[in-house]
């Protein structure tokens, strides 16, 4: 018997309901260990605490920690000084009231009691660890010592730093601190581990994220030798056996200032008049072999990570930018999936092959749309032979919407932030970023391919890595209904709702005021989407099947599933490799979802960051904007521009006001005026904080 399936058999002993929390002496004697295996016996069971799957009481009695209403968890602090533990085995968090929070810091690893009385309720018993191994901040100085103030203001205190320990910083220094020493009582003790520069200096505050987040900053060597292998070209023999689309006519379409170019479509229309759509992706896997250097790496990081002023890739440059970017006019390997899609969208046949591809045009999200809109006679006559591709492309892409539409697939049209910076990282504007014929019409292509590929793959009944979104919590849906009817759209009240229902509501308030507002709701409403090895299905698209193929270059379940794709069609996904797929699924899901989120995270908060400098110098200045929240703290006030500032309440001035929480909108007690969601007002701004990336108004 393995260790593995010993600590199994450990497990299974002590979450027996007849087991009772006993000694070590006496686990020995039940579990029948030889005396020459009784070290290891002990060592298991130490390695079982460590990984906080069991605990020893101060008796030294082992059980699990459900026992003795106990969990394993994360911390989650809170400016306001409260917290919660977030369990590791996916139980409701758990609310800690400052005083039992025993020295723990957001982002620690904690032991937690949980109360008898109340089991949403806990004091933590034990820190064991933080999840960060650095907490970034700001260095002040004092006569005798120094102190760092942390950018999150979830950690609710400064940390100490002894002189000896302050590794040369200096006032304004921006640094990473090592926690050393807690304290109940007092600020928890520590040292700078690294200075990575004073605060004013270029790139330094989104560097900062970077730490703060964790996020990698560079390729380790290995991976670095490996890239450096990898040739600049696509040699002859790498050619063979594809399927061989250089004669089809292809175009990227995408950014600007996109440099990874991990997608190509081509269209033609068949002889009945139906269409065959090519949706054609870089085979990154054809240079990142499994288990290597660049795959372990890629599977690390999960995903690229698109910060304002710079990229994080998942890949090295030389790969992305390079050998597997769409680039045109050069031999590329891809991996194609070629749909004939009938008048009605449907696609009734398909094929996914392995191809070598020659992109004819990369053409931009711009240049097409002002063919297909605004019929710009210099740009038609530039591209006169694609053209009347694009046209086609443009009917396809309605049909396919319209289909969509009608199963019920939510189709949000946020104004996306656009955040332009200067050569030394400051803003310079900040605008809404819209989506056009152009964007839209890559999307449903995308989709659609999407769709089918994961389609093909559930009925194979093989391993595979889906996009899931499950349906909406009741409770949520509830909340965002009671809003929606108080601005006269009624949708009635129940514990489930089918996706078509939003949709409707997402058309009827199309290019009214409140628009925005409505559709932010709904999307608060809903869960996350995220990864799955089991077919869920997606409520926000209404799909059945639902994956990422498209972006391998960016996100690693694409890579993956171009990899299950590719061993299928050669015939290698059986035996050992198969049953092994199962289990690799299951974890790039899991991983792909958590470093997925931790990416939102990292891009929001730069965003939050450059508009709260974008508007540091306009203290004083009156704007119109729209309430687009409401809560007991106060009133949100978006700006046109995407902007959003928080008006206190504390800052309410000429009346005292309270705040309805069924209506969601404060109500002023002697003159009876209303703030409420979706209400145009006008605001000035009377504070920025550039540390916590709060932007503070009143209204005017």
């Known amino acids: ?350 094929d996914i092959v392995e191809s070598v591809i020659n992109v004819d045009k990369r053409m931009t999200y711009t240049a097409v749309k002002k063919i297909l809109t605004d019929n710009d006679e210099e740009l038609i006559e530039e591209y006169s032979e694609f053209v009347p591709i694009f046209r086609n492309m443009e009917t396809l892409a309605q049909i396919l919407r319209d289909k969509r539409i009608r199963r019920g697939a939510l189709d949000f049209d946020f104004e996306e932030t656009k955040v332009i910076l200067d050569e030394e990282g400051h803003p310079t504007e900040i605008k809404a970023y819209e989506r056009n014929v152009a964007t839209k019409l890559i999307e449903e292509f995308m989709l659609v391919c999407n769709e089918t590929v994961a389609e093909e793959y559930y009925f194979r009944e093989l391993p595979f890595v889906y996009r899931i979104h499950e349906e909406p919590d009741a409770q949520k849906i509830a909340e965002m209904i009671r809003i929606v009817n108080s601005f006269g759209h009624t949708i009635k009240s129940r514990q489930k709702i089918h996706s078509r229902e939003l949709q409707q509501l997402i058309l009827a308030i199309k290019e009214r005021p409140e628009e925005e507002i409505i559709s932010k709701l709904i999307l608060r409403s809903l869960k996350q989407a995220r990864y799955n090895d089991e077919c869920l299905g997606h409520f926000g698209l209404n799909a059945r099947f639902y994956c990422h193929f498209t972006s391998p270059i960016r996100r690693y379940p694409d890579l993956q599933i171009h990899r299950i794709i590719k061993y299928t069609l050669k015939g290698q996904l059986k035996g050992k490799k198969l049953k092994d797929m199962y289990k690799r699924v299951s974890d790039i899901s899991k991983q792909s979802s958590l470093m997925e989120r931790r990416a939102e995270m990292a891009e929001r908060e730069t965003i939050k960051l450059k508009k709260a400098e974008f508007m540091a110098d306009k203290i004083g200045e009156v704007f119109t904007g729209i309430i687009n929240g409401v809560t007991s703290w106060g009133i949100y006030v978006l700006l046109p521009n995407t902007v959003e500032g928080l008006v206190h309440l504390n800052n309410m001035s000429g009346d005292y006001y309270i705040f309805d929480e069924v209506n969601f909108c404060y109500v002023g007690q002697t003159t009876n005026t209303i703030y409420q969601i979706g209400q145009k007002v006008q605001v000035q701004l009377i504070k920025v904080d550039t540390l916590a990336r709060s932007i503070d108004f009143r209204f005017s």
């Open 1 to 350: 018997m393995d260790n593995k399936k010993r600590k199994q058999t450990i497990v299974k002993l002590l979450g027996d309901p007849s087991y009772v929390p006993m000694k070590i002496k006496d686990l020995v004697t039940i579990l029948k260990v030889p005396k020459e295996d009784r070290l290891l016996f002990e060592n298991l069971l130490r390695e079982l605490i460590e990984e906080h799957k069991i605990i020893c009481t101060k008796r030294g009695k082992y059980a699990l920690p459900t026992q003795y209403d106990m969990v394993y968890g994360i911390f989650r602090g809170t400016q306001k000084g409260f917290g919660f533990v977030t369990p590791d085995d996916g139980s409701p968090d758990i609310y800690i009231m400052s005083k039992n929070i025993n020295g723990a810091l957001h982002h620690d690893k904690v032991l937690c009691k949980i109360s008898r009385g109340n089991k949403t309720e806990g004091t933590i018993l034990k820190v064991l660890g933080s999840e960060l191994p650095h907490i970034i901040g700001r260095y002040y100085e004092h006569k005798s010592f120094g102190f760092v103030i942390p950018d999150d203001n979830k950690f609710g205190t400064d940390i100490f730093i002894p002189k000896k320990n302050k590794n040369g910083a200096v006032e304004g220094n921006k640094v990473l601190v090592e926690v050393i020493k807690r304290d109940n009582d007092k600020s928890p003790e520590g040292r700078v581990a690294k200075i990575l520069g004073h605060i004013n200096d270029p790139g330094i505050d989104i560097l900062s994220i970077c730490y703060q987040y964790d996020l990698p900053t560079e390729f380790n060597p290995e991976v670095m030798a490996a890239v450096a292998k990898v040739p600049d070209e696509v040699p002859a023999k790498d050619k063979v056996g594809r399927v061989d689309f250089r004669d089809l006519m292809m175009v990227t379409i995408d950014g600007e200032d996109a440099k990874d170019l991990d997608d190509a479509v081509t269209l033609e229309i068949l002889s009945d008049g139906n269409f065959r759509l090519g949706v054609h992706i870089a085979d990154v896997t054809h240079y990142v072999p499994e288990k290597s250097a660049l795959d372990l790496e890629a599977v690390a990081r999960g995903t690229s990570i698109y910060l304002v002023d710079r990229v994080i890739p998942m890949l090295p440059h030389k790969l992305s930018n390079g050998i597997c970017s769409l680039n045109a006019g050069v031999d590329r390997l891809a991996l194609s999936c070629i749909m004939d899609i009938d008048q009605a969208g449907n696609v009734y046949s398909h």
